[in-house]
């Protein structure tokens, strides 16, 4: 178990184009809603509440994508995100829920070539 100290936690996949991001989340729901089930149990398991509603369960992927912990956006999108902050800081679990490197790769990619770009 590990203390959780606050900050961003929240999941964020990259594609390219609001399309991609339409077309890309169906693919990364069934592991979204594998990581936000795990992070439920543990959480009921241990008793404790994360502040931040970070591990309440979720029935579907519809659900999640209501909500913002579990996301998918353009590059631009995350640029502008991480402009607003006073310190730029973004946090990259690409294969969160087992999510396969064939479908990380474009994200992280995206993050390489655009994001970093966009920042500076």
Known sequence: MALYFG????????????EAVQAVWPQIAPFAL?????????N???RQENETGACEPAESGEDLAAGDRYRVVTPEQYVDELRTQPVAIGQAHPMTGGIPPELAWPSLRLI?????????
Not at 7 to 18: K, N
């Open 7 to 18: 900050g961003d936690t929240r999941f964020t996949h990259l594609a390219s184009g609001q």
């Open 34 to 42: 594998h990581d936000a089930a795990t992070y439920s149990r543990w």
């Open 44 to 46: 009921a398991a241990a």
């Open 112 to 120: 390489e070539h655009e994001v970093l770009p966009g920042l500076r």
